[in-house]
């Protein structure tokens, strides 16, 4: 993601050692790894949300369409009409 090498991690931690200082760093460290978690929960949490706002008017319209096609099928064997449905809902005579 940033493209960084073993070099540069260590120089990037060597100077945050020096402004936050040893005794400091294990809190730094964990606040550090809370607030990681919290932000990868809360991405989690939107994606998720994304796809079941996305899914939900596909699976609904898929549904409508099958009962339609229901429907259809039922009046064809009680012969109270021969019109089929296409794909895209519209009925054919």
């Given at each position: 993601?940033?493209n960084i090498?073993?070099?540069?991690?260590?120089v990037?931690?060597?100077?945050?050692?020096?402004?936050?200082?040893?005794?400091?760093l294990?809190e730094?460290?964990?606040?550090?790894g809370k607030i990681?978690?919290?932000?990868?929960?809360?991405s989690?949490?939107?994606?998720?949300?994304?796809?079941?706002?996305?899914?939900?008017?596909?699976?609904?319209?898929?549904?409508?369409?099958?009962?339609?096609?229901?429907e259809?099928?039922?009046?064809?064997?009680?012969g109270?009409?021969t019109?089929?449905v296409?794909?895209?809902?519209?009925?054919?005579?």
């Open positions: 993601m940033f090498g073993g070099g540069e991690l260590l990037i931690f060597l100077v945050i050692l020096i402004f936050i200082g040893p005794t400091k294990p730094v460290a964990r606040a550090m990681t978690s919290s932000v990868r929960q809360m989690t949490s939107f994606q998720d949300e994304m796809k079941r706002s996305f899914e939900e008017p596909i699976e609904e319209l898929a549904r409508e369409k099958g009962r339609a096609l229901i259809i099928a039922d009046k064809d064997k009680n109270e009409s019109n089929t296409n794909l895209d809902g519209n009925e054919n005579k």
